[in-house]
């Protein structure tokens, strides 16, 4: 019984290897915003960004983060000739949303660094930002900054 059960398990892992096929060039890079980090490839061509098996419309709804996500491009002028499949985690969506711009821009900078990097730094999408959420100190109260309550007299 536990044979036949391993011959099917390993005739699945072989369907699996075989199913990859070869895949086309692109460029990797990670961007990185609160706790949130996206891993991005970039591909030459005219299909959709997809963030998390998910188009980045459907992912980041709303037009305020539209003009966002393609600020990379459209500073580029790169708008149409690119797409990108991205994995995003942490974070909230805010969080999540700044990471992929980071690392679109830094994709977009690896890819032609010639004529990108200038642009991207002057509107500043290759900046890391760093702000992050403060730690809770011990003895303190609940949050980061509060202070225990103190007696009157």
């Known amino acids: 019984m536990r ?13 699996v290897k075989k199913s990859r096929g070869r895949k086309k060039p692109c460029v990797y890079a990670v961007g990185r915003r609160k706790k949130a980090i996206a891993r991005v490839r970039l591909f030459k061509g005219k299909e959709k960004t997809l963030v998390n098996d998910q188009p980045i419309e459907k992912y980041f709804p709303g037009e305020v983060a539209k003009v966002i996500y393609f600020k990379p491009f459209q500073v580029t002028q790169t708008e149409g000739k690119y797409y990108a499949t991205i994995r995003v985690e942490g974070s909230g969506k805010k969080g999540q949303l700044g990471a992929v711009i980071h690392g679109l821009a830094r994709a977009l900078d690896k890819e032609n660094p010639e004529l990108h990097h200038q642009v991207l730094k002057k509107n500043k999408l290759l900046t890391r930002d760093s702000r992050m959420k403060e730690r809770r100190k011990p003895g303190l109260a609940q949050k980061a900054r509060a202070k225990k309550q103190s007696p009157k007299r």
């Open 3 to 15: 044979t036949n059960l391993r011959r099917k398990m390993a005739k699945k892992r072989k369907l």
